[in-house]
């Protein structure tokens, strides 16, 4: 539903024919990605838009290395073996280790991710079909609920929907294995509709009595504990005929016994996807998540429509949608650039990816699992717990008029974002011996060396990598007086560049640029347009 009259832009989705450089590919990688690397905008730039945008959208959906024992120094596992893969082992005593593994192994996969959109639309998804771990506890759930929007992502989102709604971590989350024709539970039932398929807009009018219905539809399905298995239990469901409202036209799912009533869930959604709203509804969260927040009347009739009709035509495969909007002069219109709050996730992982920051490897598991614990946790205190949002619609900045993606940002969450980046570039966090870290000098020798010994240049370099906006000169020339430790002559920085470069192991060398390096960074990264996307 549109929220605003007034025109942002008139752009629409007629194919974009304008530059295609670097500005454009930052702008694809920002929102596509968490945080681009520079070596991943320096491969993008040899590519046309076309290009780019097909490799991002072409997904390898081979399923990654599940998550591990990490926990064993402090709550032995009697039958995961450390640095073993506990997926697939039901011990229930184990579960709050292993949602916290869990948690810290999908940050890893964040941190990593290739160059596709796989780990936006994974995040997207969960957002989506928002579970909360610490509601159905199970830490195997998680994985298998993680697996399935992971290999799905792309794909179609009817498919997904049916898939989701027999996913274990649902099942639990809404009460779904506690439907039973004696008593039918409406969780489901209402946010399969409300929040998943057709929303509360004015054009969704399903009512009170399909809820019911509804749930009635879905009654028998249950859970094994015990191996994480579902199945159908005949002698919970309800078999009666359930006849729906005007809205969905009078459809009566004929009432079905036996192994037979587990098919009436295809028919119940199959009914849902015949409306439009599905479509619209469906284009509007994946606008919110990837260009803005505010969807005008423009927008709806230039974008949103078209796209869903996208949507529609291909039936409801999910990549058509994505290739036609970020291929679309509406996304690479200067109004949409720069256009987000960075979501806590965003910031706090795309720090280690702007600054390639380094992590331990595999045979150091239980560091590598500790830092990537410190990245999910710095999140967390921003209000994105990955596996955890706040309820069953998400997280509010994607809904929550009228602030929506402000929400990000407050008195509580800025100065922990602070916090993050400060120390990140000046004394990084120690974990078992390794130092979490930006190196300065490092991220200093990813630009081409004439670029950097000339105070200017550089300075332009990394406010046009490190920022979605332009600064004004008066910020650049503040940033040349930090680079230069309160000098004038360029030769300051040039000088002491130069030095460093031509003798690396020299540690005097490595400490003068290293110092100034640190205070640029920290200076760049708390200014405001950092938290822009």
């Known amino acids: 539903m549109a929220t605003t009259q007034k025109a942002r ?14 500005a454009e590919v930052l702008h694809l ?80 996969e964040i941190i990593n991710q290739d160059r596709t959109i796989r780990e936006k639309m994974v995040l997207f998804w969960a957002n989506h079909f928002s579970t909360e771990m610490q509601v159905y506890a199970w830490a195997n759930f998680a994985h298998t609920n993680n697996a399935l929007i992971r290999a799905n992502c792309l794909k179609n989102f009817k498919d997904l929907v049916k898939a989701v709604s027999l996913d274990p971590a649902m099942l639990v989350y809404l009460n779904g294995e506690r439907n039973t024709k004696a008593a039918p539970d409406e969780n489901y039932s209402r946010e399969l509709m409300e929040l998943f398929t057709l929303g509360k807009g004015p054009n969704s009018q399903y009512t009170e009595d399909d809820v019911i219905a509804g749930a009635k539809v879905l009654t028998g399905w249950r859970v094994n504990k015990s191996n994480g298995s579902v199945y159908f239990d005949a002698n919970r469901h309800d078999t009666t005929n359930k006849t729906f409202s005007t809205f969905f036209n009078s459809t009566t799912i004929i009432g079905k016994s036996g ?33 803005y927040y505010d969807i005008d009347s423009a927008t709806e009739t230039n974008v949103i429509e078209p796209l869903a009709a996208i949507f529609r035509s291909n039936n409801y495969e999910i990549k058509p949608v994505l290739d036609a909007l970020f291929k679309s ?5 200067v109004a949409n650039r720069g256009a987000l709050i960075k979501s806590p996730v965003e910031f706090s992982s795309g720090l280690c990816r702007l600054f390639d920051v380094d992590f331990p490897d595999s045979s150091s598991y239980v560091n590598q699992y500790a830092c990537w614990n ?14 955890d949002p706040p309820s069953v619609a998400g997280w509010p900045a994607y809904y929550q008029i009228p602030l929506f993606h402000e929400i990000w940002i407050n008195s509580d969450t800025l100065p922990n974002r602070n916090k993050i980046t400060d120390v990140m570039v000046s004394t990084g966090y120690t974990i078992g011996g390794f130092s979490l870290r930006i190196d300065p000098l490092k991220f200093a020798k990813q630009f081409d060396n004439a670029t950097v010994r000339i105070p200017a240049n550089f300075i332009d370099a990394l406010t046009g990598f490190l920022h979605t906006l332009e600064v004004s000169q008066a910020q650049k020339d503040y940033m040349k007086s930090v680079l230069l430790s309160g000098q004038v002559q360029d030769s300051y920085w040039t000088d002491a560049w130069d030095d460093y470069y031509g003798d690396q192991s020299n540690t005097t060398y490595q400490t003068i640029v290293g110092l100034r390096l640190i205070s640029l960074i920290k200076y760049l990264m708390n200014l405001s347009e950092f938290q822009l996307s």
């Open 9 to 22: 832009t008139n752009s629409g989705i007629s194919a974009y024919t304008g530059t295609f450089g670097r």
């Open 29 to 108: 990688l920002r929102r596509a990605h968490f945080g681009p690397k520079l070596a991943d905008v320096d491969y993008f730039e040899t590519k046309t838009m076309t290009q780019a945008v097909d490799e991002i959208l072409n997904i390898d959906y081979t399923a990654p290395s599940p998550p591990i024992n990490d926990y064993n120094d402090s709550t032995a596992d009697p039958v995961i073996a450390a640095g073993q893969t506990w997926v697939g082992n039901y011990n229930g005593l184990l579960n709050g280790v292993r949602r916290r593994s869990f948690k810290r192994w999908w940050t890893g």
């Open 259 to 291: 192994a037979s009533g587990a098919e009436e869930v295809n028919d119940f959604i199959n009914m849902i996807f015949m409306k439009d709203e599905v479509s619209k509804y469906l284009v509007r969260k994946l606008y919110r998540w990837f260009i």
């Open 329 to 333: 002069e509406h996304f690479y219109d």
């Open 374 to 387: 410190l990245i999910y946790y710095a999140g967390a205190i921003q209000q994105q717990d990955v596996g």
